[in-house]
């Protein structure tokens, strides 16, 4: 009863509403560092604030699916807000990195070829665009069974964007150690999922091969 309450709850907001709830955590920590507030590094700091809390969003995101599943509350309709608010977050954390930090864009390169923790993130940001891009309905539509297969880019989005913060850490960080064990242990849970999939696409296959040789 209380999960049918809740998911009836659910189902009387409007998504936009929850794009204006995760803005402000973007909004708070900019007007933090406009007003000095962000500490002696404000610029790092902000960095890393974006960056975090991008990182809490795709966790959120990989979420929907097990809380579904074994509670029965449904966020799948709030799933694509989560998803482009990360997005929108990665790329804040991105152009406060090279317009505040880095100032030069020769210089991308450079970091990227000499700093292992900014090649792990910078290929999560770029399988990230294609998810961004495709994030919407016309989509949905004209990539047809293609648009599953693209968007479980998001897992691998997930473990650069942990791999990232576990390595931007300094020494032994339970913090960042803790996101990657729940993006690991939300990824097992589909495990069993993944294998059905391709244990019936295999099945599919061999089908229509034999179906092909008896006629």
Do not use: C
Request: glycine share 8%.
């Amino acid at each position: 009863m209380l999960i049918q309450w809740i998911n009836t709850g659910l189902r009387k907001i409007p998504t936009w509403v929850l794009y204006l709830i995760l803005l402000i955590p973007g909004l708070l920590t900019l007007a933090a560092g406009l007003t000095d507030n962000l500490g002696p590094e404000p610029i790092n700091k902000l960095e890393e604030e974006l960056g975090e809390f991008a990182l809490k969003l795709l966790i959120l995101g990989l979420a929907v699916s097990p809380l579904l599943h074994f509670t029965r509350i449904n966020l799948v309709r709030f799933r694509r807000a989560i998803g482009v608010m990360a997005f929108a977050y990665v790329m804040a954390h991105f152009l406060v990195w090279f317009l505040l930090d880095l100032q030069s864009l020769s210089h991308i390169w450079t970091e990227i070829a000499k700093r292992p923790y900014v090649t792990v993130g910078m290929a999560g940001f770029i399988a990230m665009i294609p998810l961004a891009l495709t994030s919407n309905d016309l989509s949905v539509r004209r990539l047809g069974r293609f648009w599953r297969v693209l968007h479980r880019l998001t897992y691998l989005v997930a473990i650069l964007a942990g791999l990232h913060f576990i390595m931007l850490s300094k020494g032994f960080d339970v913090e960042a150690l803790a996101h990657m064990v729940v993006i690991l242990a939300f990824l097992a849970l589909r495990i069993g999922k993944w294998r059905r999939g391709l244990q019936s696409g295999v099945q599919r296959l061999r089908e229509k091969i034999l179906g092909r040789a008896s006629a």
